[in-house]
Nanobody
Framework: QVQLQESGGGAVQTGGSLRLSCDYSGLDPLRRVSSYCMAWFRQTPEKEREGVASIGRDGRTVYLDSVKGRFTISRDTAANAVYLQMNAVTPDDTAIYYC??????????????????WGQGTQVTVSS
């Protein structure tokens, strides 16, 4: 089911910036209030889906080592949205980015197995 919608993807040059948005207004109210984390994952033909950044209901954030200092995850509860600000991007950041939500306390491990709701993804392509 489509409960989360990503947007903001596109083509950008190395060193540029991009801001991804995730609209989770379609998420069931129960799921929304019981969720522990919102997160961004990414996937390429060469790599399995990996967690990029997550944010808990308490504001705690966790990042993939390779994006620390470059990416920032944030949320706007009133707007039912979560964002991923991507700065100083590199070709290694090229992937389909997915928004996800978890109702499991272990969600900060950013394993896809702990996330039960997903968006359809938005493509990010970084050229050299």
């Amino acid at each position: 089911q489509v409960q989360l919608q990503e947007s903001g993807g596109g083509a950008v040059q190395t060193g540029g910036s991009l801001r991804l948005s995730c609209d989770y207004s379609g998420l069931d109210p129960l799921r929304r209030v019981s969720s522990y984390c919102m997160a961004w994952f990414r996937q390429t033909p060469e790599k399995e889906r990996e967690g990029v950044a997550s944010i808990g209901r308490d504001g705690r954030t966790v990042y993939l080592d390779s994006v620390k200092g470059r990416f920032t995850i944030s949320r706007d509860t009133a707007a039912n949205a979560v964002y991923l600000q991507m700065n100083a991007v590199t070709p290694d950041d090229t992937a389909i980015y997915y928004c996800a939500v978890s109702g499991t306390p272990q969600c900060f491990q950013m394993s896809r197995n702990f996330y039960n709701s997903w968006g359809q993804g938005t493509q990010v392509t970084v050229s050299s």
